[in-house]
């Protein structure tokens, strides 16, 4: 079955530094997307990635999927101390399946 | 501001106690979602109602029983429970199933969650 990975698990940086996380999925995604989840929050929205390639930015945020359709990255600008949490991606496969989270990146800003 | 609403957000029960889970959307959604949330772990999806019919069940044992009497409305039924099953329990709806109209009806909106705890 489809599986997606997620690297770092972890990542802590001082505010001010960027930050990235990589998701890679076993198998080829229709559409992929990205949630942050707050500590003793819920996972909320952020982004939608549908075609090859394609690259979305919202404010200090940074979405790419990949060519093949297979991986994406988050890439954080200058972290700001709201931006504490875990990020998580969602990729649906290319048969209409729900979709299958990875296990998350946590991500620690020092101030 | 997340337009599922769920109750209660924190409940604590015993292991022969009978409870329910709330949920409730109105954004006109015909998919509704049950996750379960362990810490530290992705959400992990249980069931899935489309058009108010059970369509997924991903093999949850019988103490868990959902139930969908409208378009709108969720809800979880608890019965004999263990402290394994100690979790947040996360509804969520989207536009469209999946595999089902465009990929952004399939976007998921999750509630606040009910943190639950067996005693």
């Known amino acids: 079955g489809q599986q997606v990975m997620q690297i770092p698990q972890y990542q802590h940086v001082q505010e001010g530094e960027d930050f990235t996380t990589y998701c890679n999925s076993s198998?080829?995604?229709?559409?992929i997307q990205w949630y942050k989840q707050r500590p003793g929050g819920h996972p909320v929205f952020l982004i939608q990635l549908v075609k090859s390639g394609e690259v979305k930015k919202q404010k200090r945020l940074t979405f790419q999927f990949g060519e093949a359709k297979k991986n994406s990255s988050l890439h954080i600008t200058a972290t700001q101390t709201t931006d504490v949490g875990t990020y998580f991606c969602?990729?649906?496969?290319?048969?209409?399946?729900?979709?299958?989270f990875g296990p998350g990146t946590r991500l620690s800003v020092l101030p | 501001d997340t337009e599922v609403t769920q109750t209660p957000k924190h409940l604590v029960m015993g292991m022969t106690n009978k409870k329910s889970l709330k949920c409730e959307q109105h954004?006109?959604?015909?998919?509704m979602y049950w996750y379960k949330q362990k810490a530290k772990k992705p959400p992990e999806l249980m069931f899935v109602?489309?058009?108010?019919?059970?369509?997924i069940n991903e093999s949850v044992p019988s103490r868990f029983s959902p139930e969908c009497p409208n378009s709108s409305l969720l809800n979880l039924h608890l019965h004999a429970l263990q402290p394994e099953d100690s979790a947040l329990y996360l509804c969520?709806?989207?536009?469209?199933?999946?595999?089902?109209?465009?990929?952004?009806?399939?976007?998921?909106?999750f509630g606040e969650g009910s943190w639950l705890t067996v005693v």
């Open positions: 954004m006109g959604h015909r998919a």
């Open positions: 969520a709806s989207s536009q469209e199933a999946p595999g089902q109209g465009t990929y952004s009806g399939n976007t998921i909106y």
């Open positions: 198998t080829t995604l229709s559409n």
């Open positions: 969602a990729g649906q496969g290319n048969y209409g399946q729900n979709f299958v």
């Open positions: 109602y489309s058009y108010e019919k059970l369509s």
